[in-house]
């Protein structure tokens, strides 16, 4: 560390300053022998991965199944439907057991008309779990359905001189 004198007043003042010459020398050291050692830690490894087979496999037909899927339905009025055949709410766990014990899968479509009872539609899920069903799969709109009708195009089902509904407060 060099250090200057200074005479201010009557005493000597001693001001010390530091001389980075060494330390700029010693990081330019670190630089190039970093420079140099980086390349050298790179170490690669190989990786034999099994040869693949270019093979064409044949598309899987879309339904195998010869048996319909099950489609539960629960209507406004309370009534619950399998396949479209009616059943009473207390007998559907049984008659499940029975449908699921000639099928492989487990799986039932439910479906529910918009103005059914909310709690009996869940009520009525949880007769077909306690019947067998593994999965439950809630539809959104009726298997093999016609697509929705353009906009401007009537509805297939709505008769073209109906009455628009109204609400009961208008």
Do not use: W
Not at 48 to 70: A, F, G, M
Not at 127 to 132: F, L, M, V
Request: net charge negative.
């Amino acid at each position: 560390m060099a250090m200057t004198v200074g005479s201010q007043g009557s005493g000597k003042i001693v001001a010390p300053q530091m001389n980075v010459t060494p330390l700029v020398d010693v990081v330019l050291v670190l630089l190039i022998i970093f420079m140099v050692v980086t390349p050298l830690m790179s170490s690669t490894f190989f990786v034999h991965t099994p040869k693949q087979k270019d093979e064409d496999v044949p598309p899987e037909e879309v339904n195998t199944d010869p048996t319909p899927p099950l489609v539960l339905h629960v209507g406004a009025d309370k009534v619950v439907q399998v396949n479209g055949q009616p059943i009473e709410a207390g007998e559907l766990p049984d008659r499940l057991r029975r449908m699921f014990a000639a099928r492989q899968d487990h799986v039932i479509f439910f479906d529910a008309d918009d103005r059914a009872d909310y709690g009996f539609s869940v009520e009525v899920m949880d007769k077909a779990r306690e019947g067998g069903a593994v999965t439950i799969a809630t539809l959104t709109q009726a298997l093999g359905a016609p697509k929705p009708a353009a906009a401007g195009e009537p509805a297939p089902d709505a008769a073209p001189d109906a009455a628009p509904a109204t609400s009961p407060g208008s």
